[in-house]
């Protein structure tokens, strides 16, 4: 039974910062893919950062420099760092988790950047 449970969303103002947390369950976690996507109300859902599983990390343009994403297997847990947000990061975020037969997706969970 594969589950990802994410929380850490929530709002801050513009500048602000956020650590959003995956929970993985243990049976894929070390052998999986993991990333950050997010959607905002009428966009498409869009990748945001990766980290294999060996560590190696992909970030989109638009936050390179500000979002940090970081996996502890110990606690198979997936972390999205997010410093000096902006209103445009407003979105749901999801964490994923692609294995060699499937990919999984969390619930998401809502990040507001506003005064």
């Known amino acids: 039974q594969v589950q990802l449970v994410e929380s850490g969303g929530g709002l801050v103002q513009p500048g602000g910062s956020l650590r959003l947390s995956c929970a993985a369950s243990g049976s894929i976690f070390s052998r999986s893919s993991m990333a950050w996507y997010r959607q905002a109300p009428g966009k498409q859902r869009e990748l945001v950062a990766r980290?294999?599983?060996?560590?190696?990390?992909n970030y989109a343009d638009s936050v390179k420099g500000r979002f940090t994403i970081s996996r502890d297997s110990a606690k198979n847990t997936m972390y999205l760092q997010m410093i000096s947000l902006k209103p445009e990061d407003t979105a749901v975020y999801y964490c994923?988790?692609?294995?060699?037969?499937?990919?999984?997706w969390g619930q998401g969970t809502q990040v507001t950047v506003s005064t």
């Open positions: 994923k988790a692609q294995t060699y037969l499937a990919d999984y």
């Open positions: 980290i294999s599983s060996g560590g190696s990390t």
